[in-house]
C-alpha cells in the first residue's frame, strides 16, 4: 500500500483533531462574585442594596449581610437571584436567570460572595 505524504498529513490532522479537547483547554478562572455585584452592566447588586464593600448603594431592596444564616439553604438564595418573581411576584427585583443577564457560574459566584458577607 503507497501513502504519499498528503495522505499521510491528512491522516495526521485527523488523529489531531480526534483528540479529546479537555487535553487543549485551559482552565478557567474562577468568577469574581464581588466584581459581578458591583458591576453595574451585570449583577449591578449595589444598585439596591447596602453591602459591605460597595459604594453608593441603593436602597430598595434589603441590606445585604448576614446571608449565609438568613439563608441557609443555598437553593433559595440562588432561586431569589434567578427569578424573585416567583416567589414575591410583587418584587422589583430583575429575574437576572430568566432574563439571561446572568449565567448560571455568574449567579453562583455571586452567592458564593453573598455567603462571605
Known amino acids: ?31 469574581d462574585g464581588k466584581a459581578l ?9 449595589i444598585t439596591c442594596h447596602e453591602f459591605k464593600g460597595g459604594d453608593f448603594p441603593g436602597s430598595i431592596g434589603p441590606e445585604l449581610s448576614d446571608m449565609k444564616a438568613r439563608f441557609p439553604n443555598r437553593k433559595e438564595l ?22 439571561l443577564i446572568l449565567t448560571d457560574k455568574e449567579i453562583s459566584a455571586i452567592v458564593d460572595f453573598l455567603y462571605q458577607l
Open 78 to 99: 440562588t432561586a431569589i437571584i434567578e427569578d424573585e418573581s416567583a416567589r414575591n411576584p410583587q418584587t422589583v427585583m430583575p429575574p437576572f436567570g430568566r432574563n
Open 37 to 45: 455585584a458591583l458591576d453595574r452592566s451585570k449583577g449591578n447588586c
Open 1 to 31: 500500500m503507497h501513502f504519499n505524504r498528503l495522505h499521510l498529513a491528512t491522516a495526521a490532522t485527523l488523529i489531531v483533531l480526534s483528540a479529546p479537547v479537555a487535553a487543549f483547554a485551559q482552565p478557567t478562572a474562577p468568577l
